[in-house]
């Protein structure tokens, strides 16, 4: 259809081929990708970035903007033609020529901390979709505080079949649905198409009656029909309910042969295939040449927010000094002067009231001095809220069309609550923590890495962190799993060893800004080993001497979290025998591990045996304690029992650290 959008004739084919050739043309010189999104959601994507998206290209951090996820990673040179026509800075020709290259700001699949202009890392298919949840749940929320002058914008998503396949979509959209995001609209790329081959081979889901049994609109559309997708857009824009926009495509559209097949999926077109797409769209120019007025029609597009964003701005200068810097503070990531001196009292009163508790009741007791001195931080659990002890007195629940509140109900949805601390993370004004048994890390992962890869400083509570929970048994039991987060890349794990150390480990979960920290919390009580509070948080160098030996040290024990009293409970055996300990306690392996040689060499000291505790696997550990360190630990799964029974059937006991001790010495 010839959709006119200039005065000079320049029509929506015209926009849009404009996309679809960039794209074509970059994966054909990378001899890798995945033209056929891009070509056959480039009419979707044309209308929502020329007719409705409020985005000023100019400023792609702009507050207020709009938000568009590709959620569909794999089809990144779609979103990077966009970038590049719309006048992003930094996402220019060259950047599209060198497509997939080392060092490029155009990799494989889209990475926010990259390319300018992309809200999120995507990829993995459903994470895109997930995200989004928490960028819809994250503006509705801001909105709540700071009203619709300066908080009134969509989030955009354009899916694949193979998002709406991935399991944490239905996650996603159900809580969407419950919670009446009505501000998240999603384009669905509906062309039938996966690598295997037409969808029939593996699926056979009424998406349209999925998403309206989970509380969405939906409906069906020729999603290359300008009209219909501007009525649709339009439609949902006003719907008190977030809508699935199933826009019905071809895949690969123009291309002779192989539109409509998987052969455009993921791979090149081929010089033949790729001269008759451009024959039968009717593009007679160069590889990446753009001509003058569509180039500038695009531009023209990519600047029509910015008398909005202007418009916003001296909104935002009218408010009261006080309240203008609070919102540019938390948009910009700024965290609150008063935490360290907020931790650093709650330490002193520790120090005075000493509490034998659990570590999840230390991190309820932190949390309840925590959420007053940091407005932006959002607690959540998977319908764990009682276990994990993560809902203070002070935060009220976010409900259906109520979003004034600090606590959210995920349900139980562990991937898609990751997934969506993501997207609040991203959208900015919030850090959120989120909450459940560390044995179902497993069920978050994949967007706990997204977390990791990408930068993002959301906060995993993940409580009943070993053996030590008991009765649940081997089922719910983490013993891999300390070693499995702490060998992801830029993931920061703790394990508190007392009251003390779990507000240190808030303070610093809380300060760090570049990256995600998991907080792995006990079940059981422990008893406060820690009588020393003030601004200082020793917690910061992962590891630190917390009860030196009686004179030259003869052995070195090392222990994180529950362990640390079996620890200081073997150096007192030793000491009855005259054989010196001491005791250094690696509330964050993986953090001491970063740490210089120097301060590394210092704590560990220059003992002749070290030891090292902890109610789960040994992999890790050889870094500090060397290959013929002792380990006291888990060399299996756990088992069914009361927890005292089952630290002495594994022998994580005091003895049994003496014992070993004793007999490295003696041999």
């Known amino acids: ?16 081929n404009a996309v679809r050739v960039l794209a074509m043309d970059a994966v054909e ?52 033609s966009l970038l590049h026509l719309t006048g992003v ?28 202009g992309v809200e999120t890392t995507t990829g993995p298919l459903g994470q895109g979709i997930a995200t989004a949840v928490g960028f819809a749940l994250a503006e509705r929320m801001l909105n709540a505080e700071y009203g619709d002058d300066l908080v009134d914008h969509h989030t955009y998503v354009l899916a694949s079949d193979g998002d709406l396949m991935e399991g944490i979509s239905h996650e996603a959209i159900a809580l969407a649905g419950h919670l009446k995001l009505n501000r998240m609209i999603v384009l669905w790329d509906d062309n039938g198409i996966s690598i295997d081959g037409p969808l029939t081979l593996s699926d056979s889901v009424d998406q349209v009656k999925r998403f309206q049994a989970c509380g969405w609109n939906a409906v069906r559309i020729d999603g290359h029909d300008p009209k219909a997708i501007q009525r649709a857009i339009a439609r949902a824009q006003k719907s008190d309910k977030p809508t699935l926009i199933a826009c019905k495509t071809t895949i690969g559209y123009g291309a002779p042969k192989k539109a409509g097949t998987s052969k455009a999926h993921g791979e090149p077109l081929g010089a033949e295939e790729l001269a008759g797409a451009k024959t039968a769209l009717g593009w007679s120019h160069t590889p990446f040449e753009i001509p003058d007025n569509i180039r500038d029609a695009w531009a023209k597009a990519g600047k029509k927010g910015r008398r909005l964003r202007k418009a916003w701005a001296d909104r935002l200068k009218a408010l009261p000094a006080d309240k203008r810097a609070e919102f540019e503070r938390r948009a910009t990531g700024v965290r609150p002067q008063g935490l360290a001196d907020a931790i650093a009292k709650l330490k002193d009163r520790l120090v005075a009231e000493p509490q034998n508790v659990a570590t999840r009741k230390a991190s309820e007791i932190a949390l309840e001095v925590i959420t007053e001195a940091v407005p932006e931080l959002v607690l959540g659990s998977a319908d764990l809220t009682p276990s994990n002890n993560t809902k203070t007195k002070n935060l009220n629940a976010i409900s259906p069309g109520n979003y004034a509140g600090r606590y959210i109900h ?13 997207g609040i993370a991203l959208h900015g004004g919030y850090v959120p923590a989120g909450a459940t048994f ?138 009855e025998q005259s054989f010196a300990v001491r005791v250094v306690s690696v509330p964050s392996l993986d953090l001491f591990l970063a740490q210089p040689e120097k301060v590394r060499a210092r704590i560990i000291g220059d003992a002749p045996i070290k030891v090292a505790v902890e109610a789960a696997v040994r992999f890790g550990w050889d870094s500090v304690i060397g290959p013929d360190g002792i380990f006291v630990g888990m060399h299996g799964f756990g088992a069914s029992a009361p927890y005292k029974d089952l630290y002495k059937h594994f022998g994580i006991t005091p003895e049994a650290v003496a014992e070993k001790v004793l007999r490295t010495h003696n041999l």
């Open 1 to 16: 259809m010839q959709d006119t959008v200039s005065a000079d004739r320049v029509t929506h084919s015209d926009l849009a």
């Open 89 to 116: 800075k930094g996402v220019t020709i060259d950047e599209l020529k060198n497509f997939r290259k080392l060092d490029s700001k155009t990799p494989g699949h889209p990475e926010n901390f990259m390319t300018p």
């Open 438 to 575: 560390l044995v179902f890390t497993d069920y978050a992962r994949p967007a706990m890495r997204i977390a990791a890869l990408a930068g993002i400083p959301a906060i995993y509570v993940m409580t009943h962190d070993s053996i030590g929970l008991g009765e649940d048994g081997p089922t719910h039991q983490p013993v891999e799993h300390l070693a499995a987060l702490r060998s992801m890349p830029k993931m920061r794990v703790f394990r508190p060893a007392d009251a003390i150390e779990t507000a240190e480990a808030w303070q610093l979960a809380l300060e760090r800004t570049d990256g995600p920290s998991t907080l792995a919390l006990t079940r059981q009580n422990l008893p406060q080993v820690r009588r020393d509070g003030g601004i200082a948080n020793l917690s910061a160098t992962g590891a630190y001497e917390l009860s030196p030996a009686n004179g030259k040290a003869r052995a070195t024990i090392f222990a994180s979290g529950s362990e640390v009293e079996i620890a200081l409970a073997a150096q007192k055996l030793l000491d």
């Open 410 to 422: 995920y349900g139980i949805r562990e991937h898609g609550m990751a997934a969506a601390m993501n």
């Open 29 to 80: 010189q990378a001899k890798s990708g995945h033209p056929g999104l891009p070509m056959g959601a480039a009419d979707v994507a044309t209308v929502l970035f020329t007719k409705f998206l409020k985005y000023d290209a100019t400023d792609p951090t702009w507050p207020d903007r709009d938000r568009f996820i590709l959620s569909a990673g794999h089809g990144s040179m779609l979103l990077y």
